[in-house]
């Protein structure tokens, strides 16, 4: 049986997204939505107000969150030109779920998790200003409050490429991203992060569970990759992300559920500029992680 109502990767503007939780919500119910996670990055700031949006449109929530990983295998140059990639992220991202967890209600696990993850929370603001003052040295000074200004949460590049569009000196975020503030370009500074097993043990003794988000963009063969998961204690992999080609799809649930993972969908929503929707994301529900399955 296959669905599209599951919408469990998006983004506020607790992170880096750009429209309000309720907004977001709204937007999810919309489009028929029937289970939503709201997973910004490396912060959990967002929880309580997605809960009480949710619950208004008669959709489930699943808390969760979009923590920023050191890479657990290093890109295969080969297989980057293969998919057309000239590199890849600097980073990876792992999406933790906590689908018994009420936000509001106190849960011990769950504020042990929040205290792990808040120093690299913080860790943003230090990378930040020194993103804002490579830029300088480039000849195209930015303001790290303005920055900072632009996120009610955790601040990231989109709000700093969305600052220098308004500076003129981009003509749009994209061009931000691939010319100055990408991966490996000459404004980008990378920022302390945890290696995929620490990550995985905080999550798994808050009684949450992990998938590694978007696969597509660290340029990794697919049966090393899901290899590499299973050593490690990831839980599932986001075999169905807008990135990825209805093959690519096929070929990640397939290894993914030969080595006895499971897959999460996510449409990555991080804002009606950058996508047109969020939602309507087609997969087969027997290949789900059940703990994420509408209930």
Partial sequence: MWTQTLDLHSHSLHS?????????????HGQGVQTWSLT???TTSGW??????????????????EITCEPAVGPDQSHLESIGRDRASASWHLLAYFPSHKPGINDKEVAEFKTWLAPHQDGRLPRMKAMCDRLTELGMPVDIDDVCRRASGSVGRPHLAEAMVEHG????????????????LPAFVPHLKPTIEEAVDAVRAANGFTSL??????????????????ELGVDAVEAVHRSHTDAYRYELMNEAIARGMTI?????????????????????????DARLSDQ
């Fill in 169 to 184: 000196y981009v003509a749009s975020k994209f061009e931000a991203f691939e010319t100055w503030i990408g991966d490996g």
């Fill in 40 to 42: 910004d990055h490396d």
């Fill in 213 to 230: 988000a978007h696969p597509f963009y660290y340029g990794v063969p697919t049966s090393t990759l899901i290899q590499r998961l299973v």
């Fill in 48 to 65: 309580y107000e997605a809960a009480k949006a949710a619950a208004e449109f008669g959709i489930r929530f699943v808390p969760g969150v």
């Fill in 264 to 288: 999460t969908v996510g449409s990555d929503f991080h804002g009606l500029s950058w996508q047109a929707r969020p939602g309507n994301m087609p997969l087969q529900k027997a290949a789900l």
């Fill in 16 to 28: 880096d997204g750009e429209h309000p939780v309720q907004e977001v919500a709204q937007l999810m």
